[in-house]
C-alpha cells in the first residue's frame, strides 16, 4: 500500500482470499479481510490512500475495503446487460481500475465483451438506489 514504507501488503488470489500484510519489527502478521466464492483475480488500490482498495473476482462481486475498519461493503454482483443471456446470471470479474483522476470512478471488466463504468457517489447503503447498474458501458465495435 502507498504512504506505508512498503510495510503494508494487500494481496488477492485463486484460492479466493483477499489478505492484508503488515511487516513488523518481529515478523508478518497476516489476516483474511475477504473470501471470494472462486478466484479473486484482481485488486485496485484507491490513488492517494494507504487505508482504501476495491476488490473483484469470478463470483462477479465488487467489494470496497478500509483496511482502518477492517470491513468490506459488497458493492454489487455484476450481472450481464444483455438480459437475454439467460445461461449466466454473473459476470465473472478479472479487472478492477480506479480513475486516477477521480478515485470515485472506477471500471471494471470480465467474461463478457463489456467494460462497466461506475461512480460510488450513486451508492447508498441502503439499497435505495440500483448500483449494480453502470453509469456506462464499453465495448469495442468488433465485438459487438
Not at 40 to 58: Q, V
Not at 104 to 133: C, I, M, Q
Request: hydrophobic share 35%; charged share 25%.
Amino acid at each position: 500500500m502507498p504512504y506505508t514504507d512498503y510495510r503494508s501488503l494487500v494481496t488477492c488470489a485463486a484460492d479466493g482470499e483477499v489478505r492484508h500484510a503488515q511487516i513488523l519489527e518481529r515478523g508478518v502478521k497476516t489476516r483474511v479481510l475477504v473470501q471470494h466464492q472462486g478466484q479473486a483475480y484482481k485488486l485496485a488500490i484507491e490513488p492517494g490512500s494507504s487505508h482504501i482498495f476495491y476488490t473483484c473476482g469470478e463470483d462477479g462481486l465488487v467489494q470496497h475495503i478500509d483496511l482502518r475498519t477492517a470491513a468490506a461493503i459488497e458493492l454489487f454482483i455484476c450481472c450481464p446487460i444483455d438480459d437475454s443471456r439467460v445461461y449466466t446470471r454473473v459476470i465473472n470479474l478479472n479487472a478492477i481500475t480506479i480513475d486516477p483522476r477521480n478515485p470515485n470512478l472506477f471500471a471494471v471488466g470480465g467474461s463478457d465483451e463489456y467494460t462497466r463504468f461506475y461512480d460510488l457517489r450513486n451508492y447508498k447503503s441502503d439499497g435505495s438506489t440500483d448500483f449494480g447498474l453502470p453509469f456506462d458501458r464499453f465495448c469495442p465495435r468488433h465485438l459487438i
